[in-house]
C-alpha cells in the first residue's frame, strides 16, 4: 500500500512535469490556448488551467487577446512572459570575453564583448567578466527585470554539477570554483558548462530546435571538444566530462597532442594541425580563407587532408549515437565551409548506411552559439523545474 508521503511526493513530481511540460511547449509554439495545451499534453483541462493560473500569478506567463476573422467573442492566448525575467550568459574564450542578457523567451537584449590576449592573467580576465556581468545585471534591472541566474561557457573540462572549471588547457587555468564564487557574489544561481555543450544548447535553441534531437557541436579551434545533445537533453557523462572528441584515438602514428598522449583527433584536423600542415606558423584564418577561396593548391590540399580526418571522426560519432544533426564551429569557422562537401563525402562513405542516412552536417551560421547557450543554460534549467522558482514568486 502507497503511504501519505510518497503520494505526497508523486503528485509533486507530477505537478513539476506538468509545469515543465507546460512552459516548454509555449516556448517551442510561441502561443497557445488553454485548451489547446491540455489537449496537446494529454492533460485534464482542470490540471492544466490550475497550473496556468499559477504561472500567470508569478509572471511567467502572459494572456494576449486574439480575434477570428469574422465575427464572434475574442479569445485568449497564453504565451511566454518575455518581461518574466532575464538571463545572462558568459563566455571566456582565449580571444574575447563575451556576455549577453536575454529575456525569458531567449531573446538576446543586450551584449558586450571585450578582447583579452593570450597570457593574460586570470585575475584580470575573470575581473573583466565580472565587470560585464555587473553591467548586464544593471541594465536588466534598469529595464524593470528581474535577474534569473548567471550561465557561463569554457573552454575545457568542465565540472557543471560542482559548477568547477577543473581545467583549460588553452587558458592553462585549473580548479576555478566558478559557481561558488559567483553565487555568492551576485546572489542569484549561477551555471557553468562546457563551451561545446553551451554551443550545442544555443544552436539547437536558436537555429534548429523543431530538428535537432540528437546532435553534436564540433567546437573546433586550438582545441577541440563535442557538445553532444542526445534526446534534446546535454549530455555530461558520469563526472561531467563527456565530449572531450578531440582526444579520440584516431591514428596509431599520428603526433603528440597535448593531452601527452598521441594520434588524437585534435590533431589532425585543429588550427595546430592547419599550421603543421600548411607550414604556416601564425595561422590567421581570414588570410588563409582567402586563400583558399582563390584555390591555393598547397592550402586546397591541407584543408582536404583535414576533411578527410574530421569526416572519419565524425562518421566514428554517426555510427556511436545515430546522430540526425552535426554542426560544425568554434574558432576554425571561417575555413569550415572549404571543407564541408569533402567532410560530409566521407561520412557517406564511411558511416554504416543505416545511422547515417538522416544525419545533416552542417557549419553553424555565428560566431556566438556558444554565448547564446550560456544564458539558456538558466532559462533551461527553469523550464526543467519551474517549481522553486514560481513557489517564490507567488
Ligand atoms: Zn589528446
Not at 29 to 50: F, H, I, P, V, Y
Not at 95 to 121: C, H, M, Y
Not at 236 to 257: N, P
Request: aromatic content about 6%; overall charge neutral.
Amino acid at each position: 500500500m502507497q503511504r501519505v508521503n510518497d503520494k505526497k511526493a508523486d503528485q509533486a513530481t507530477v505537478r513539476r512535469l506538468n509545469m515543465s511540460a507546460i512552459l516548454k511547449l509555449l516556448r517551442e509554439r510561441g502561443t497557445l490556448a488553454r485548451a489547446d495545451l491540455a489537449k496537446e499534453l494529454g492533460m485534464t483541462r482542470n490540471t492544466a488551467s490550475n497550473i496556468v493560473t499559477d504561472l500567470l500569478q508569478a509572471g511567467l506567463v502572459v494572456e494576449t487577446e486574439f480575434r477570428r476573422a469574422g465575427a464572434g467573442r475574442p479569445g485568449l492566448l497564453l504565451e511566454l512572459a518575455p518581461n518574466g525575467g532575464f538571463a545572462v550568459g558568459a563566455e571566456i574564450d582565449i580571444s574575447r570575453i563575451i556576455v549577453v542578457a536575454a529575456d525569458f523567451n531567449g531573446k538576446i537584449l543586450w551584449e558586450q564583448a571585450v578582447p583579452i590576449t593570450r597570457g593574460q592573467p586570470q585575475d584580470q580576465c575573470i575581473n573583466i567578466t565580472e565587470q560585464l556581468v555587473d553591467d548586464a545585471l544593471t541594465w536588466g534591472r534598469g529595464e524593470g527585470l528581474r535577474p534569473l541566474g548567471i550561465g557561463l561557457g569554457l573552454a575545457g573540462l568542465v565540472d557543471s554539477e560542482n559548477g568547477v572549471l577543473t581545467y583549460a588547457p588553452t587558458l592553462k587555468w585549473s580548479d576555478v570554483p566558478f559557481k561558488t564564487l559567483w553565487e555568492n557574489r551576485f546572489e542569484i544561481p549561477v551555471f557553468v558548462d562546457n563551451e561545446a555543450n553551451t554551443s550545442a544548447l544555443g544552436y539547437q535553441t536558436y537555429s534548429d530546435r523543431s530538428k535537432a534531437r540528437n546532435l553534436a557541436y564540433l567546437s573546433i579551434g586550438v582545441g577541440m571538444a563535442a557538445g553532444l545533445m542526445l534526446e534534446e537533453q546535454l549530455f555530461h557523462g558520469s563526472s561531467g566530462y563527456a565530449g572531450q572528441a578531440g582526444h579520440m584515438k584516431i591514428r596509431t602514428d599520428g603526433v603528440a597532442c597535448s593531452c601527452g598522449d598521441h594520434g588524437c583527433w585534435v590533431t589532425e584536423v585543429g588550427i595546430n594541425a592547419l599550421a603543421r600542415k600548411s607550414g604556416i606558423e601564425k595561422i590567421d584564418l581570414a588570410a588563409v580563407s582567402g586563400l583558399l577561396r582563390n584555390g591555393d593548391e598547397k592550402l586546397c590540399a591541407v584543408t582536404d587532408e583535414m576533411a578527410e580526418m574530421l569526416g572519419l571522426g565524425i562518421a566514428n560519432l554517426v555510427n556511436l549515437f545515430n546522430l540526425d544533426t552535426v554542426v560544425l564551429g568554434g574558432a576554425i569557422r571561417p575555413i569550415l565551409p572549404f571543407m564541408l562537401e569533402k567532410t560530409r563525402a566521407v561520412v557517406d562513405a564511411r558511416a554504416l548506411k543505416h545511422p547515417r542516412a538522416n544525419v545533416r552536417i552542417k557549419v553553424s551560421g555565428r560566431d556566438n552559439d556558444s554565448v547564446f547557450g550560456a544564458a539558456c543554460l538558466v532559462l533551461d534549467a527553469i523550464m526543467n523545474d519551474p517549481v522553486p522558482l514560481v513557489r517564490s514568486l507567488i
